[in-house]
């Protein structure tokens, strides 16, 4: 089936340990994205890429890194460097046109708690 | 700056009720679209609706409806006859019009449909 796929779905880090995400799309979408979700503060877009080895901060890009190697895989790194990185993360996808869609697909989240 | 607010935190209704989620939002572009998102307890966004601002029509779609007013920058989104079901937390979100699929969402609002 089409779709995208994060893993792993809930990770437990220790303060000062660097963690990836994964994000794998198979609808060959150009865009891909990384949003944090938290309680009562709604989907903030940490990164995003709209072409295989190019990539843009989003609003709360501080303490996370990303790459973008191949088109179907965008991972995220939550470096030692984020201050509260406990929280849910969405990947999404979505083709690129002329003017925005904003149909951006996303995956089923990857919870993240620092002990 | 684009900002999108959805003032209703949690809702709660009986089964066949109708509903109304409000979200009104800002932005200083005379070209932009708004979208509605349906996060069920499985945690996926799911896309429900796209309006760009020239297109002030309402629109439904079975049970569901928006009613968009540029004249108080409001987007709201009814349910009618609502079912346990709909049971998930609804994001309003905005995207301008250079903004490529960079959306920003509200914060979104609980809907507990009961028996």
């Known amino acids: 089936d089409g779709g995208i796929t994060q893993s792993p779905k809930y990770l437990f880090r220790k303060e000062g340990q660097n963690v990836t995400l994964s994000c794998e799309q198979n609808?060959?979408?150009?865009?891909m994205y990384w949003y944090r979700q938290d309680p009562g503060q709604g989907l903030r877009l940490i990164y995003y890429s709209q072409i295989v080895n190019d990539f843009q901060k989003g609003d709360i890009a501080e303490g996370y890194s990303v790459s973008r190697e191949k088109k179907e895989s965008f991972p995220l790194t939550v470096t030692s460097a984020q201050k509260n990185p406990t929280a849910f993360y969405l990947c999404a996808s979505s083709f690129i046109t002329g003017t925005p869609t904003g149909e951006l697909f996303f995956g089923e989240g990857s919870r993240l708690t620092v002990l | 700056a684009q900002k999108v607010t959805q003032a209703q935190t949690e809702i709660s209704v009986v089964e066949k009720e109708d509903v109304t989620l409000d979200c009104v939002y800002e932005?200083?572009?005379?070209?932009?679209?708004l979208f509605w998102y349906k996060q069920p307890p499985s945690g996926e966004l799911v896309f429900l609706i796209r309006r760009n601002s020239f297109d002030e029509q309402n629109e439904i779609s079975g049970r569901y409806s928006w009613n968009f007013q540029k004249s108080t920058s409001s987007f709201n989104f009814t349910i009618t006859a609502s079912q346990v079901v709909d049971s998930a937390v609804y994001f309003c979100a905005l995207s301008e019009g250079g903004g490529g699929n960079k959306l920003t969402f509200g914060t979104g609002t609980q809907l507990k449909v009961e028996l």
């Open positions: 609808l060959n979408h150009d865009a």
């Open positions: 932005t200083r572009d005379t070209t932009y679209y």
